[in-house]
């Protein structure tokens, strides 16, 4: 496992990844701004059309991309951990499916984009609900019963969604489509998504010790001391919570979520640091979010001024990179 | 009156009427028993008796249908749920069955998992836990293995490296479920040894074990079970006998013995 140094030392250079990331996306697109202008324009004085785009159309937007990447890869490991299942990301359990439901009813609707996302985030928290009520039952929170819940939700939903695209007036499929797949480009007030970044991290850490004991079975867990119930019920519920901000910040990106966690766990199994999740939980936070802005960056710059919808490009480029990094891991016996 | 009796030893486990059942079957009934420091039981009984069952009972990880019962005068299971479930791992220590690595991890890790009810929220191991890591690795054999990948290791490294994440634990009373699972024979005897010494040197032991020749030469007191709730407590001397293991086993055995060691062989 990691020394107490190393954990933080590879989280300074993640911040430091972050900067560079957030300052790559406030220079770059089909308006060029120099790092000087930007750097006058962060602190407020410099004016002009540069500064117009960069604190009210790129700023908003990075931060919303930094913190949906987060979230998506904060509750991604978290899920991970709590199933035990490396496959498990943070729509595993229905949420996207419930907000996605809701956003794109609201958008058939014709409702403005306040209340999409007001839907979206009902819908979210709607499947939440149904699904922790109905695993729930007997009152202890099976890891199976959970999974083929939150499986059959998601797949009622993914029904849902097929009918409203079915329906839906050809003028508003493309909003549609670009939601699904995830966007940031009505991303415009990224603050909250920031809060709850940094709530679920300051929320998740003090756990990390014990969500590695989880990670290693129940059993041994509570008997090594970990309030078992309690931590995973509140840990499921945060997580969830986190993923369905995400979602409505941005629509569903895909990949994020999956991908990041098992690239640091990768990254942390060559350095020899096992799967630790005091190191695991903030890099994948940080690494989520960085990627989300680079790849968002790109989806805005790369066919301009045509914009890519970011959740095709994360898959795009996160196939190959982990299909390359799964091939390179030592075989195991077995 | 004024009788001086010899001081009592607080018991590191007390049960009284004790009932314990698992889907219907009975494993025990008004089981009352004491396990003090310095004695080490073995539980006998055949598959499906409830052995396991009762270490888990009797370790907090599930509730017993009736009766009271204590670990170091702590009541369970209100004591060892939420925030009193670390203040129970310090005093007692549980080896189960079976070991999961859903994710990879080295040895080193894997031990260092047993130091957790000894550190703060924010504590980070120290190199005193990790001294105790090595200690327990090089107790059960797997001195060089600390850098090992966990997913690589035999089944009966593997079953080591649980008993060492244990012996880092460092609990007063242990509670071992089918401890030599896995083991050669040197490493039957070495893990028998091991916890012989840890019961001499003031510990408690309790270990579901299927060898009755083992449970005698290296277990003080037994326990059977009878799989219909009745159950049997003593020294092991007295309960170990070719007619209590019949009537436990269903199957008549025979004792054999010399140089004061005694095994019991199918008749």
Redesign the interface.
């Given at each position: 496992?990691p020394?107490?140094r190393h954990t933080l030392l590879i989280i300074v250079l993640l911040l430091l990844l972050a900067v560079a990331s957030l300052s790559a996306a406030l220079m770059a697109g089909s308006f060029a701004v120099a790092p000087g202008e930007v750097l006058q324009a962060l602190l407020g004085s410099a004016d002009g059309v540069g500064a117009d785009v960069v604190l009210k159309l790129r700023l908003p937007r990075a931060l919303a991309a930094f913190a949906c990447g987060g979230l998506l890869a904060l509750a991604g490991a978290l899920m991970q951990v709590l199933l035990?299942?490396?496959l498990a990301d943070p729509y595993v359990l229905g949420i996207s499916g419930g907000a996605a439901v809701g956003a794109l009813s609201a958008m058939l609707a014709g409702l403005a984009l306040a209340l999409v996302n007001l839907a979206a985030f009902a819908g979210a928290l709607a499947a939440m609900l149904l699904v922790f009520s109905l695993a729930h039952g007997d009152s202890s929170w099976t890891r199976t019963r959970l999974l083929l819940t939150g499986v059959i939700v998601a797949s009622g939903c993914g029904a849902a969604v097929a009918l409203i695209l079915s329906i839906a007036p050809e003028h508003g499929l493309h909003g549609m489509l670009f939601w699904l797949m995830g966007d940031l480009g009505h991303a415009s007030s990224p603050l909250g998504a920031v809060a709850v970044l940094l709530l679920g991290l300051i929320l998740t850490l003090?756990f990390a010790?014990e969500l590695?004991?989880l990670?290693?079975?129940d059993?041994?867990a509570?008997?090594?001391?970990?309030?078992v119930r309690?931590v995973r019920g509140g840990i499921y519920l945060l997580a969830s919570l986190l993923t369905a901000v995400a979602v409505t910040t941005a629509g569903s990106i895909g990949f994020i979520g999956l991908v990041v966690p098992h690239l640091v766990?990768l990254a942390m199994?060559k350095m020899?640091w096992?799967?630790?999740q005091r190191l695991l939980l903030p890099a994948s936070a940080l690494a989520g979010g960085s990627l989300l802005v680079l790849a968002d960056t790109l989806a805005r710059t790369v066919i301009a001024p045509q914009q890519l919808p970011v959740g095709v490009l994360t898959a795009l480029l996160g196939v190959p990179v982990f299909l390359f990094l799964l091939g390179r891991q030592p075989h195991?016996?077995? | 009156m004024n009788v001086s009796k010899p001081a009592m030893p607080a018991p590191l486990l007390e049960t009284r009427q004790l009932e314990v059942s698992i889907g219907g079957h009975l494993v025990c009934r008004d089981l009352n028993w004491r396990v003090v420091a310095g004695e080490s039981w073995a539980v006998l009984g055949r598959n499906g008796a409830g052995k396991s069952t009762l270490l888990?009972t009797l370790?907090?990880?599930r509730a017993q249908d009736q009766g009271r019962l204590n670990i170091a005068g702590l009541a369970l299971p209100q004591a060892g749920?939420?925030?009193g479930?670390?203040?129970?791992?310090?005093v007692r220590?549980?080896l189960?069955q079976?070991q999961?690595?859903?994710?990879?991890?080295?040895v080193?890790?894997?031990v260092?998992?047993?130091r957790?009810?000894h550190?703060g929220?924010?504590d980070?191991?120290s190199a005193a836990d990790r001294q105790i890591a090595e200690a327990a690795l090089n107790e059960v054999d797997l001195g060089g293995f600390a850098?090992r990948?966990v997913?690589?290791l035999s089944g009966g490294e593997r079953q080591r490296l649980a008993v060492a994440q244990l012996l880092a634990?460092q609990p007063q009373l242990f509670l071992l479920d089918e401890p030599l699972t896995h083991l050669d024979l040197s490493h039957q005897v070495a893990v028998m040894e091991l916890f012989a010494r840890r019961a001499t040197a003031g510990a408690a032991v309790v270990a579901v074990l299927h060898d009755p020749g083992f449970a005698a030469r290296y277990c003080r007191q037994a326990l059977l079970l009878f799989g219909n709730g009745e159950w049997l407590a003593g020294p092991a001397a007295e309960v170990i006998t070719a007619a209590h293991l019949g009537r436990l086993y269903g199957h008549p055995l025979r004792e054999l013995g010399g140089d004061g060691q005694r095994w019991f062989v199918p008749a």
């Open positions: 496992m020394t107490r035990r299942n490396p003090p010790r590695n004991l990670a290693r079975g059993t041994l509570h008997a090594l001391g970990v309030s309690q766990r199994i020899g096992g799967n630790d195991e016996r077995q | 888990a370790a907090g990880l749920r939420g925030a479930a670390r203040a129970m791992a310090r220590g549980y189960s079976h999961i690595d859903p994710f990879a991890s080295t080193m890790e894997s260092l998992v047993g957790h009810p550190l929220r924010w980070w191991e850098e990948e997913q690589t634990q």
